[in-house]
């Protein structure tokens, strides 16, 4: 499901014109990015969780020479999924 078709279920399933429901997809997911950015951890109770981590800079290889490259330590985003959405995708 790509995000057009997201909205249109969103907006089929509460009623909200379809502009209604792409605007409030927007502001959620800028709402979240911003709040994660911040270091923020945002939960949804029922469907998961999204905060920050930390990657340590180690030594990786260039496939095609074997070279060994440095990777430098990096921010990314962690989402852990919620009981209900675990349950929900293993059919509990």
Same mark, same amino acid.
């Given at each position: 499901m790509n995000?057009?078709?997201l909205v249109d279920a969103v907006a089929a399933k509460?009623?909200?014109?379809?502009?209604?429901?792409?605007?409030?997809?927007d502001a959620l997911i800028g709402t979240i990015t911003?709040?994660?950015?911040?270091g923020d951890t945002v939960?949804? /109770?029922g469907f998961g969780s999204f905060?920050?981590?930390?990657?340590?800079a180690r030594v990786g290889r260039n496939p095609a020479t074997g070279a060994e490259i440095q /990777?430098?330590?990096? !921010?990314?985003?962690k989402f852990t999924a919620g009981?209900?959405? !675990?349950?929900?995708?293993?059919?509990?």
């Open positions: 995000k057009q078709e509460t009623g909200a014109s379809k502009a209604a429901a792409a605007e409030t997809l911003s709040a994660v950015t911040k939960q949804l /109770i905060s920050t981590g930390a990657r340590a /990777i430098p330590a990096a !921010k990314t985003v009981k209900a959405f !675990k349950d929900a995708v293993n059919g509990a």
